[in-house]
């Protein structure tokens, strides 16, 4: 197999956007589009990509990093201008060049991975990807000789009525030798209607060659439409999204309501999990089998075992055990670790905390900077009294600590294991294990206080 370089134009404008942010940056699947289209190409196998800015160049550079090499076309004079701009970086490339488009985040991996090797295995010149539309307005056509071979694609804009009759389209996507690409690129002129260098004239030039050019027709046309305004971004958005929901459903987990679920592409979840309607799950978060989560929640940045059940609740950058309750009205903040069985909500936050084998938070708490121990209850309305105006404290729970309703813990401050506080204190103190901690004024009752006063 011969080594695969990819080419990815960047550097249009997209004026339609209306945005300040280059096109190519705008997210789609939680990701910016151009990184769905190196994703898309390092599946197919590209070892390298080379992405062509303009327009905002420099936060394409800083957003995508280290895993591309970038070519500023201080010009857009077309987009054989653009490859042109890459040259000298192909000088020492030995192996085929994939030119994509920054803006067509909808491409699978092997869509392309397919093209890459029917190019190799044709030993084709060049190999265009195309399309047969129903519409082909706008599109440059694919002029085939008689026996079907490729003869050149001739741009909308220059096309007679003949033509434009044809509705095999190119869709901008393309496979060449680098040898090949070079020296026909040395001969494009930017003599047509728009004066621009068109990369089509790369396949005329090279189709007269003796290494013929050849053409696959994409199975999903969809995949290759590219982004030029906000509503286009939405619709890619629901297509992206409904795969993601489709692949997730083909392995068994059941999505209740496809238009009201909305799972990032990088997310695992396991068989027998159901999400209920409402749901966002985000970045790199993975779910075991037989979960609930849902309705109403978001999940981002988390890990979850198996038979959880997360209900109306927001965790981020949160591991959750398995046979975990969360939920109702909880949110779980970052650094929060949730062992196996706990139980957390209704009504509660956890930050930066670790919460030990079934332990329960089940009401209306607080619990910040705090290591609990396993098999500890909190009772209703506890808070951690974490923050002293300058520093955060953190709270120690041992194994088997009860701590009775509305306690405020003011940290820094350990409960020894087994012990228990009373409810309504405001432990300052540690409370030694198998203590009782009280920390509250003593009632008095005033006898008739009602007639009196
Ligand atoms: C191009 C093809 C056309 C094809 C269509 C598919 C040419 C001449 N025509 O037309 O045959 O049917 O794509 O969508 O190639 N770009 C640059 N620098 C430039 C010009 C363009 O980076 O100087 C980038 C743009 O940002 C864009 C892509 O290349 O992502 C395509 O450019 P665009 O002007 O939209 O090409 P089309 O005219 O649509
Ligand atoms: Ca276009």
């Known amino acids: 197999m011969s080594d695969l370089l990819a080419v990815v134009l960047a550097a249009g404008k997209g004026t339609r956007m209306k945005s300040t942010l280059p096109k190519v940056l705008h997210r789609i699947g939680g990701k910016p589009m151009v990184q769905q289209v190196l994703d898309a190409a390092t599946k197919a196998g590209a070892k390298r990509s080379v992405v062509v800015v303009g327009f905002g160049g420099e936060s394409v550079e800083a957003t995508l990093g280290a895993q591309a090499e970038y070519v500023v076309?201080?010009?857009?004079?077309?987009?054989?201008?653009?490859?042109?701009?890459?040259?000298?970086?192909?000088?020492?490339?030995?192996?085929?060049?994939?030119?994509?488009?920054?803006?067509?985040?909808?491409?699978?991996?092997?869509?392309?991975?397919?093209?890459?090797?029917?190019?190799?295995?044709?030993?084709?010149?060049?190999?265009?990807?195309?399309?047969?539309v129903i519409d082909p307005t706008g599109y440059g056509r694919v002029i085939r000789d008689d026996s079907g071979q490729v003869l050149k694609i001739v741009e909308q804009k220059d096309a007679d009525s003949q033509e434009r009759a044809i509705n095999e389209i190119n869709t901008g996507i393309y496979c060449f030798e680098r040898v090949a690409l070079l020296e026909a690129l040395s001969k494009i002129t930017c003599n047509n209607i728009q004066g621009e260098y068109y990369l089509t004239d790369v396949i005329g030039i090279l189709a007269q060659s003796e290494v013929k050019v050849r053409a696959v027709q994409v199975e999903d046309y969809?995949?290759?439409?590219?982004?030029?305004?906000?509503?286009?971004?939405?619709?890619?958005?629901?297509?992206?999204?409904?795969?993601?929901?489709?692949?997730?459903?083909?392995?068994?987990?059941?999505?209740?309501?496809?238009?009201?679920?909305?799972?990032?592409?990088?997310?695992?979840?396991?068989?027998?999990?159901?999400?209920?309607?409402?749901?966002?799950?985000?970045?790199?978060?993975?779910?075991?089998?037989?979960?609930?989560?849902?309705?109403?929640?978001?999940?981002?940045?988390?890990?979850?075992?198996?038979?959880?059940?997360?209900?109306?609740?927001?965790?981020?950058?949160?591991?959750?055990?398995?046979?975990?309750?969360?939920?109702?009205?909880?949110?779980?903040?970052?650094?929060?670790?949730?062992?196996?069985?706990?139980?957390?909500?209704?009504?509660?936050?956890?930050?930066?905390?670790?919460?030990?084998?079934?332990?329960?938070?089940?009401?209306?708490?607080?619990?910040?900077?705090?290591?609990?121990?396993?098999?500890?209850?909190?009772?209703?309305?506890?808070?951690?009294?974490?923050?002293?105006?300058?520093?955060?404290?953190?709270?120690?729970?041992?194994?088997?600590?009860?701590?009775?309703?509305?306690?405020?813990?003011?940290?820094?401050?350990?409960?020894?294991?087994?012990?228990?506080?009373?409810?309504?204190s405001t432990i300052t103190k540690d409370v030694p294990s198998e203590a009782l901690g009280v920390a509250r004024a003593r009632q008095s009752n005033i006898d008739g206080w009602v007639t009196k006063k």
């Open 73 to 132: 076309q201080a010009e857009q004079l077309g987009t054989g201008h653009a490859v042109m701009q890459v040259s000298s970086l192909l000088q020492d490339f030995d192996g085929t060049v994939m030119v994509l488009y920054g803006d067509t985040p909808l491409l699978r991996g092997e869509t392309l991975a397919k093209l890459f090797a029917e190019h190799q295995r044709s030993k084709a010149s060049a190999t265009v990807l195309t399309a047969c």
């Open 222 to 424: 969809e995949e290759t439409l590219g982004i030029n305004s906000r509503v286009q971004l939405a619709d890619a958005e629901k297509i992206l999204r409904r795969r993601k929901l489709v692949d997730l459903m083909d392995h068994g987990v059941t999505i209740m309501d496809i238009d009201s679920t909305f799972i990032d592409a990088e997310v695992c979840i396991g068989p027998d999990t159901i999400i209920y309607p409402f749901t966002w799950i985000e970045g790199q978060t993975t779910i075991g089998s037989n979960c609930e989560i849902g309705p109403s929640s978001r999940i981002q940045n988390s890990s979850i075992g198996d038979q959880t059940t997360v209900h109306f609740s927001y965790a981020h950058d949160c591991q959750i055990g398995n046979r975990v309750t969360v939920g109702p009205y909880v949110h779980l903040r970052p650094n929060t670790c949730l062992a196996d069985g706990v139980k957390v909500g209704n009504f509660v936050e956890v930050k930066n905390s670790q919460v030990g084998t079934g332990s329960k938070i089940p009401h209306l708490s607080y619990i910040g900077d705090t290591d609990m121990g396993a098999g500890v209850n909190i009772g209703s309305g506890t808070i951690t009294v974490n923050y002293d105006g300058k520093h955060k404290h953190r709270t120690t729970l041992e194994d088997g600590v009860f701590i009775g309703c509305n306690t405020n813990l003011v940290a820094p401050v350990t409960v020894g294991k087994g012990a228990y506080v009373a409810a309504g």
